[in-house]
């Protein structure tokens, strides 16, 4: 079974991502991860944090000369601002003389209902944990996930399709044109026209201290037949899928394919006609967005994520003081104007995580090549179908 666990604090010396279950013998490239660690820390918008920070994954078991081993594999990302908070973060000894606690916790942001929860008098210590800037582990450990996957021919690409109220429209005719012209664009939109006006209501909501969320989507190319499962309900590919990019900071809503659009629509109008095309299934459409009854179909997964705007406003809303009981503004720290273009970024490499979990539950071995084996007769046996 792939799982990690992750640790570390926004401030604190180091985030942490420790990963069982990956199998031996894959070639792996730090340079890999390091990219993706950077596109994530990118993106028109964001704020002074990633002017201090430059991620880059440090390996501390599990990989030998650039090979896993199968073993538990442990990734760290510095955090560079540790320096600046050291005696404010400190593990131990006494409090900082003149320390500036939080008591005035931001509405829609998991300030008030954590420091309730795990009885803290201070919010940092709920936000240290609760910060975006520990989605660089779902980075780190989407990121070696996904050269799994593209040893079996699986690609997963993202790109921004809504911020705000601005809608995209205009999209390339290939997914490597799509891919392209994302990362070119600083929101991580493929049509520029589009982009341009994205870029405009962000810099729109900075003036008046405001933020701006939107929708990205993913696309994964290459998943076979037959992932996930429908025999179970915490089997179901969709589900996990949904769940896992819903584990993303500020994420409120997920839909595949079609999504609630196909709510609206007669079923005629909705379900993919099923083809043979002398070699294979195939459909004219895709509206399931590469998924049915919690199991791939072999199309294009497609999967959209809506992220609601940063928490922290520099016009902030009306709080309380959770000290005083009363009325004030809500604290303010240093954050993004919109994230949304590095959100996309973390919703790719969940989503590769996630592919290779059912991946390897469906192939699995203990190494690389044992994989190989299943997936070559797995291939086989389709093709007689």
């Not at 998991?110 to 009885?119: F, M, N, P, T, V």
């Not at 500020?250 to 095309?277: C, N, Q, T, W």
């Not at 399931?288 to 922290?312: F, Q």
């Not at 309380?320 to 954050?335: G, H, L, Y």
């Amino acid at each position: 079974m792939l799982r990690y666990l992750s640790a570390g604090e926004s401030h604190g010396p180091a985030l942490t991502v420790v990963i069982d279950g990956f199998p031996s013998n894959v070639v792996i490239h730090k340079e890999k991860i390091d990219e993706q660690l950077r596109r994530r820390q990118q993106g028109y918008g964001r704020g002074y944090r990633q002017q201090i920070e430059s991620d880059e994954v440090q390996v501390t078991s599990g990989i030998r000369f650039g090979k896993t081993l199968g073993t538990p594999i442990t990734l760290v990302v510095q955090n560079r601002d540790f320096k600046n908070w050291s005696a404010k973060m400190a593990p131990f000894g006494d409090k900082p003389e003149g320390l500036r606690e939080i008591y005035r916790p931001r509405p829609g942001h998991a300030d008030l209902a954590g420091a309730i929860k795990y009885d803290h008098d201070d919010i940092r210590n709920v936000l240290e944990r609760a910060s975006a800037r520990n989605t660089a582990t779902m980075v780190a450990a989407g990121a070696l996930a996904r050269q799994l996957l593209e040893h079996f021919g699986i690609r997963v690409v993202a790109h921004v399709v809504e911020l705000c109220d601005v809608k995209a429209t205009q999209f390339p005719d290939t997914l490597d044109e799509l891919e392209a012209r994302a990362n070119a664009s600083p929101v991580r939109c493929a049509d520029e026209a589009a982009a341009e006006r994205m870029m405009a209501r962000i810099d729109e909501a900075k003036a008046a201290g405001d933020t701006v969320g939107g929708i990205f989507e993913v696309i994964v190319r290459g998943c076979p037949i037959g992932l996930g499962s429908y025999a179970q309900p915490d089997r179901r590919l969709d589900g996990r899928l949904a769940g896992a990019l819903m584990s993303i900071q500020a994420m409120k809503g997920v839909e595949i394919g079609l999504g609630f659009e196909a709510a609206r629509r007669m079923g005629s109008k909705v379900h993919d006609p099923i083809l043979y095309d002398g070699t294979r299934y195939v459909r004219s459409h895709n509206g399931a967005g590469g998924l049915e009854g919690g199991v791939t179909n072999g199309e294009d997964i497609v999967v959209r994520a809506a992220m609601k705007p940063i928490s922290t406003l520099y016009n902030p809303l009306p709080s309380v003081n959770m000290k005083t009981k009363e009325a004030e503004p809500a604290a303010i720290e240093r954050s993004d104007i919109c994230a949304l273009p590095a959100a996309s970024v973390v919703g790719e490499n969940v989503v590769a995580w996630v592919i290779a979990e059912a991946f390897l539950e469906k192939f699995g071995g203990d190494s690389l090549e044992q994989i190989e084996d299943a997936v070559r007769a797995y291939q086989l046996r389709v093709s007689q179908r």
